[in-house]
């Protein structure tokens, strides 16, 4: 139900946008987001927007990565930028229900930082 799309090798410092399309039947309202998860290390919040628009990120984002959605569309879009050899990583998308009904993950897509 949730597709992502937008990974990919880039070199230090580079950008990359990151896609991820609900499709079928999802919540009726929910927060979309995104994690990440780096090999031997936990999963981290990356950045969430909530159905009324409200942010929250992790730490490491600061400024770097920009969270948008098109609630018309069901989309979520995650910008990154000036990315650094710390952020490779499998990047999952995610809708959780706001109202407790759960919530789904997508596949994952992977993001590799290297020159």
């Known amino acids: 139900q949730l597709v992502e799309s937008g990974g990919g090798l880039v070199q230090p410092g580079g950008s990359l946008r990151l896609s991820c399309v609900a499709s079928g039947s999802i919540f009726s309202v929910y927060t979309m987001g995104w994690y990440r998860r780096a090999p031997g290390k936990e999963r981290e919040l990356v950045a969430s927007i909530t159905s009324g628009g409200r942010i929250n990120s992790g730490d490491f984002v600061k400024g770097r990565f920009t969270i948008s959605r098109d609630n018309a569309k069901t989309t979520v879009s995650l910008e990154m930028n000036s990315l650094k050899p710390g952020d490779p990583a499998v990047y999952y998308c995610?809708?959780?229900?706001?109202?407790?009904?759960?919530?789904?993950w997508g596949q994952g897509t992977q993001v590799t930082v290297s020159s």
């Open positions: 995610y809708a959780d229900s706001e109202l407790g009904a759960g919530n789904c």
